[in-house]
């Protein structure tokens, strides 16, 4: 791939999306294993420069100059300064609720614009997906409101306000580090994002996760415990570095055990194909059984999976939280180090670079800035409640999530990268996509934005259809189109999405998440563009349970609602190829609408055809 070129699928142009749809998967599987999406190197660039420039240029000036620790480029000066660590968590997350890192740009179908966030949340008649608007007054609707907008224009100024502004003395800060004249953030100024968050959250989820709430609230939290834990004897303080060493570590272990099982063996090689910074297709293949008759993942993808990310996200944490010894905690750190940076280096789809770089100085920071030894262990917080209160905090919504995966999200169930995540695949009868321009927003589908920016049709489906081939090669992907042979009719034909691509189209964000585009979100979108049953049909799987072998998929016509309930098993899944060679995989069908008559509706009979063959056990 050069710098300004990319490397396109090599098919025909004129009659490539006329081929059965399963054959394109498999062509562009294919294409994946060797380029990735293919795109030009300035892509990558692009990511690299918004974290030079925009992260680390402005946020490293600003946090600096304002905090009186000398110039950004003095490290030596600031890198073990508390004020810096709290302000750099505080820029993460405007960042992020802004809507400029994570989920940005074009890896992650933005194409034009390339920012989604507050062009979509800072704009009254979007679309807003409160989480509970059924049990939580006054969150009912899925319009977004001026006093929305008010709301997060508020949060965006609660975030930005503290990193601007010279730190408080803090006497538990002095009493431990007498020597410190930088102060702290003024602890009573984190209680206004932390209710901000709350609120908006309570009316629209989407920026609730985009703003990565579970995991820099609980450290705002800390920045305001301060004067609450203690005096002035630096009982406070220490308590606050082991708050925020728990918080690290508790992110860190629960997103290495979400990884056991078979699903993150399965994201590693898309990823690692996808990476700019791996030299050569041959490593690329490597990381496949036998290219290209079986691209299931190799012996070489699963310890890459296990051992360099299970094993080191699990071991690693757990001995920097407990080791008294300086050099296990360097080592360790800069393992941690290692580790963000090459998830930096692979560009993964949702494209957290900002997240992985404030947890790599994190890393640095908490355990070698404030090691163990020097009295910031576990051991040395003022009260074992205080240690046993934050574990179980911490812990409770990444166990709940993984034994009930309805009930939460995957961000605040912290598995993030494992491969185990609710997902979609939307299809439209031909023509109907062009429907969802009906939506208030600032962008078009993502096939008119590649237009709008000069590519032609062909170029711009195909590249979307890039998408579902990369969805084919994850775990979920096999089941995900198994299901949409048996409910669309004459699927070669259709025009089929990736869900959490399109999501970004219509609610401006998505992580990785198929809660953000649920049966909930269908519903929004049939309220504003009206589809005639069969025209638009999702296919929408949750994230397996810890403790069992199936994921519970669901049928979703959007004029017709949820009209098939069931599951498959994941090892029939990942033991296919993503084009299903043979055909789709045993779907177990557990509740099924009927019409008034007692016979099962289909989205496919609703739109004037038989459905496709099926493997279905009742």
């Not at 929004?524 to 810890?546: H, L, T, Y």
Request: charged share 15%; aromatic share 10%.
């Amino acid at each position: 791939m050069g710098f300004t070129t990319g490397n396109f699928p090599p098919v025909d142009l004129e009659t490539f999306t006329d081929k059965p749809l399963q054959e394109r998967v498999k062509t562009l599987a294919l294409h994946w294993v060797e380029y990735g999406f293919g795109s030009p190197k300035m892509i990558p660039t692009t990511y690299v420069l918004k974290l030079v420039f925009l992260y680390i240029g402005l946020g490293l000036t600003l946090v600096t100059l304002t905090s009186g620790v000398g110039a950004p480029w003095d490290i030596g000066a600031w890198w073990n300064e508390p004020i810096v660590y709290q302000k750099l968590i505080l820029w993460t997350m405007f960042l992020e609720t802004l809507g400029v890192a994570g989920s940005w740009g074009p890896i992650a179908g933005k194409f034009k614009p390339m920012t989604g966030g507050v062009l979509f949340w800072a704009r009254p008649d979007t679309i807003r997906m409160p989480p509970w608007p059924d049990k939580v007054p006054g969150t009912a609707g899925d319009r977004r409101t001026v006093l929305d907008v008010a709301l997060y224009a508020a949060l965006l100024a609660s975030l930005v306000v503290p990193v601007v502004l010279r730190g408080t003395d803090v006497p538990a800060l002095t009493a431990v580090l007498p020597a410190n004249t930088s102060g702290l953030v003024d602890p009573t100024l984190m209680l206004i994002p932390i209710a901000l968050t709350i609120v908006l959250g309570l009316r629209d989820k989407t920026i609730f996760i985009a703003a990565r709430a579970e995991q820099y609230g609980p450290a705002l939290v800390a920045f305001a415990l301060v004067p609450i834990l203690g005096g002035a004897d630096g009982n406070a303080f220490v308590d606050m570095i082991v708050l925020l060493k728990l918080l690290l570590v508790s992110v860190w272990i629960g997103a290495g055990a979400s990884k056991l099982g078979v699903h993150f063996a399965n994201v590693v090689p898309p990823m690692v194909s996808n990476s700019p910074c791996v030299p050569g297709r041959a490593i690329r293949r490597a990381h496949y059984r036998n290219f290209p008759e079986d691209i299931r993942p190799s012996g070489l993808a699963k310890g890459l999976a296990h051992v360099g990310g299970t094993l080191v996200e699990i071991a690693v944490p757990l001995a920097l939280l407990l080791t008294t010894n300086a050099t296990i905690a360097l080592v360790g750190a800069a393992i941690m180090v290692c580790f963000h940076a090459f998830i930096i280096s692979t560009f993964p789809l949702a494209v957290p670079l900002e997240w992985n770089l404030i947890f790599g100085f994190a890393a640095v920071f908490l355990f070698v800035g404030f090691p163990n030894a020097d009295g910031y262990g576990v051991a040395d917080a003022s009260s074992p409640w205080l240690v046993v209160t934050a574990v179980v905090a911490l812990l409770f919504f990444p166990v709940l999530g993984n034994l009930r995966p309805d009930l939460v999200a995957f961000t605040p169930s912290m598995r993030q990268y494992a491969g185990n995540w609710a997902s979609a695949l939307w299809a439209f009868q031909p023509g109907c996509e062009d429907k969802l321009n009906l939506i208030t927003r600032p962008t078009n589908n993502q096939v008119q934005q590649l237009e709008a920016m000069g590519y032609p049709p062909a170029v711009a489906e195909i590249t979307m259809q890039q998408t579902i081939a990369w969805r084919s090669m994850h775990s979920q992907g096999r089941g995900l189109f198994s299901v949409l042979q048996k409910h669309v009719r004459d699927l070669d034909r259709a025009t089929v999405r990736e869900g959490e691509f399109a999501c970004n189209s219509v609610i401006g964000f998505n992580f990785g998440d198929g809660h953000l585009h649920n049966w909930r979100l269908i519903e929004a979108i049939q309220r504003r563009c009206n589809f005639a049953p069969g025209e638009f049909v999702v296919a929408w799987v949750e994230s397996q349970p810890i403790h069992r072998s199936t994921q519970q998929y669901m049928v979703i016509d959007a004029a017709l609602g949820i009209i098939e309930r069931g599951s498959w098993n994941v090892h029939d899944a990942v033991k296919e190829q993503p084009w299903l060679p043979n055909g789709p995989i045993p779907l177990n069908v557990t509740w099924t609408k009927t019409d008034g008559e007692g016979n099962p509706v289909r989205a496919s009979q609703a739109a004037g055809s038989p459905s496709a063959g099926e493997r279905t056990t009742a």
